[in-house]
């Protein structure tokens, strides 16, 4: 089994070392840090103290690292936010080579009209990945592209463009949002591991909600549970990196709380994966 991890963006109003801290307390093997955790983001991505987290908490390294895109689209109609969206990406890639990050998530864009991709989006796209394969070469950290949730004007939401991305570009990783997929079909969740499992170096974790969106817990949801017994059917051994929202939750959850819960989900996912 690989390493179990947990986003930090579930424990997003606490400060970094706190974060790490759970984490550690809660069993997992590692962490996905989003450069937009509150705690780092608004205080100027101070990388120093990062990397004295990651120093305390040896147990949890290599982490993975989360590039920026919470309101910064790379294939964005205005070149402006384009041009941002893409420095902000590659600047990502090259802090997470420097606290010795093992994969970095990057997010593929969009169009900015919900209409599907045009010409233009598919351009910007191609220059995005150019900018991102000549960082990779720079560095010793794994890229990873994610897909996105199933909308109409989303890029790489489906597995067979996922899959010709990774074909046409043999240095880049895939980073497998399970949730995303979900939101289609169990069956697509399939088709991504048909054709991708080969380059997933991470598989972000969560179960589909009464709601119909992502990011729930895992443990008793039979659907997800189909889905990672197909991944340890496959051999998978990545990262597995729990992605929780807390707002689904009929009331906040304490530190205490979500540390309880992870621990169920890990043991959940042992269960699966043993």
């Keep these: 089994m690989g390493r179990i991890a947990v986003s930090t963006m579930f424990f997003h109003e606490y400060p970094c ?36 987290c990651i120093a305390d908490h040896p147990e949890l390294s290599p982490i993975t690292v989360h590039a920026p895109s919470l309101d ?22 090259r802090m997470a080579d420097r606290v010795g990050a093992d994969v970095i998530t990057v997010h593929p864009g969009r169009r900015t009209a919900k209409r599907h991709p045009s010409a233009y989006d598919f351009r910007r796209f191609e220059e995005y990945i150019d900018r991102l394969r000549e960082a990779a070469g720079q560095t010793r950290v794994r890229v990873a592209i994610e897909n996105l949730e199933p909308r109409v004007n989303a890029l790489l939401s489906m597995a067979d463009d996922a899959a010709e991305v990774l074909e046409q570009e043999p240095w880049l990783w895939f980073t497998l949002d399970m949730g995303h997929a979900m939101m289609t079909s169990c069956d697509e969740v399939i088709r991504f591991i048909d054709l991708c499992i080969d380059r997933m170096a991470n ?37 597995l990196t729990l992605e929780l929202e807390d707002m689904v939750f009929p009331g906040s959850l304490s530190s205490e709380e979500k540390i309880v819960l992870l621990m169920r989900e890990l043991e959940a996912l042992d269960a699966i994966f043993s």
């Design 203 to 239: 598989i972000h974790v969560s179960a589909i909600g009464g709601n119909g969106r992502p990011h729930h817990p895992i443990h008793d949801d039979p659907s997800a549970t189909r889905v990672l017994a197909e991944l340890a059917d496959r051999g998978y051994d990545g990262y």
């Design 72 to 93: 910064l689209n790379p294939c964005s109609i205005n070149p402006k936010v384009a041009g941002i969206s893409v420095d902000y990406a590659i600047e990502a890639v």
């Design 17 to 52: 070392d706190y974060i790490f801290d759970y984490v550690a307390e809660a069993g997992l093997d590692s962490l996905e840090f989003w450069v937009e955790t509150p705690h780092f983001w608004l205080r100027g991505l101070p990388e120093d103290d990062l990397v004295r």
